[in-house]
């Protein structure tokens, strides 16, 4: 079994306000936004936004991009995809498993056939 680390930690902490789960909504819907473009987008003052990034960028959710003098944000879904396979994954497997049984249970042998 996969030992937890800092960076779950930080993964967990930043999914946990509603702020950063919005700015990450953001850029699934359009990837690679200015800090401009995100903050026109969020009810809260520019520092406010670039703090809420900051905390995104160190756990790894959100990439930066430099274009000339602009500065783009890029979701990365994979710290994502690592807590789906770590903590979500397992318990879906569990439900499907179960849900196959008893499926098999009602039809019985044939499998729904006559």
């Known amino acids: ?6 960076g779950t930690d930080l ?8 702020n950063r789960r919005k700015v990450l909504d953001l850029l699934f819907t ?3 936004q200015t800090l401009t473009q995100l903050c ?9 936004a670039t ?16 274009r000339g003098r602009e500065k783009l944000h890029f979701i ?5 995809y690592e807590v ?3 903590w979500v994954r397992k318990f879906e497997q569990n439900r499907l498993g179960f ?14 056939t006559t």
């Open 1 to 6: 079994m996969p030992k937890e680390g800092k």
């Open 11 to 18: 993964v967990f902490k930043a999914m946990a306000d509603q």
């Open 40 to 48: 026109e987008q969020l009810d809260m003052q520019r520092q406010s």
């Open 99 to 112: 849900l196959h049984d008893l499926k098999t249970q009602i039809e019985g042998d044939n499998h729904g």
């Open 51 to 66: 703090q809420h990034i900051e905390i995104l960028i160190k756990a790894n959710l959100v990439t930066v991009v430099w």
């Open 84 to 86: 789906y396979a770590r």
């Open 30 to 32: 359009k990837n690679g």
């Open 76 to 80: 990365n879904p994979v710290p994502i």
